[in-house]
């Protein structure tokens, strides 16, 4: 468990250190075009899910403004007036340059820490699955099943196994005349259950199950159905169930 809390741990590290480097990069970037720098910063930092990024790549970086021939004062480019003097901007003002001095380094950095971060919640995704399934898995559900199905046998191997699952088979002409069942068992609890016609007959444990157990059905008429079931509860093993005489 320890190791999923570090993997989420680096995580949000990685995704803070990402914001920081997305933080800087955008100001400096915006202050090379003469735009904004603070409100952008705060815009690409706060706003979720990269849209604030998004909106400063498809709004800001497009923004041309100049400087007012009266104050000085930068106003959008095409505003009849200025925003600071209200002197008119017809006659044009002096447009700003934009610098191409800007690393880019700040922005490698963060796109290489979202990649990280993702790979990383992932990871610790996987590592939950691994540590606790049962979290993950509802009725009916096996994680990692093997299942082999013949005439006379029926073999499965689990990594998780919770629920319930059947396989029916009928006596004809005597046969089969027994069940040999047997199981490893190496985590959770699994039972196993055979009905026949539809009414239980037994019901026993294979977790302490040390040798093959023989179910005798040589006491049972022609034409019975046989149905055997399965009882998982998280558990982890393989069973081997064999009827053919």
Request: glycine fraction near 8%; proline fraction near 3%; charge should be positive.
């Amino acid at each position: 468990m320890w190791i999923i809390t570090g993997l989420a741990g680096v995580a949000l590290l990685l995704a803070l250190m990402a914001i920081v480097g997305l933080g800087i990069w955008t100001y400096r970037d915006a202050k090379s075009h003469g735009l904004e720098a603070r409100m952008w910063t705060l815009i690409v930092v706060l706003v979720p899910n990269f849209i604030g990024l998004l909106l400063y790549f498809l709004i800001g970086r497009k923004q041309q403004q100049t400087l007012c021939p009266s104050c000085g004062y930068k106003t959008q480019q095409g505003k009849p007036y200025c925003s600071n003097c209200g002197a008119a901007m017809a006659q044009g003002g002096i447009a700003l340059t934009t610098t191409k001095n800007n690393s880019k380094k700040p922005l490698i950095f963060a796109v290489t820490c979202v990649v990280l971060t993702f790979i990383l919640v992932i990871s610790a995704f996987v590592a939950s699955v691994y540590a606790q399934p049962e979290m993950f898995s509802s009725k009916n559900i096996s994680i990692i099943q093997t299942q082999t199905v013949r005439p006379g046998s029926w073999k499965l191997s689990f990594w998780y196994f919770n629920g319930e699952k059947s396989r029916a088979f009928k006596i004809k002409n005597g046969t089969p005349k027994a069940l040999k069942v047997s199981a490893e068992v190496e985590k959770g609890t699994l039972e196993m259950g055979l009905t026949v016609d539809g009414k239980e007959e037994k019901r026993i444990s294979l977790n302490e199950l040390d040798s093959t157990y023989v179910w005798d059905l040589s006491s049972y008429p022609d034409n019975s159905r046989v149905v055997l079931y399965l009882y998982g509860d998280a558990a982890k093993g393989k069973v081997n169930m064999n009827w053919n005489d």
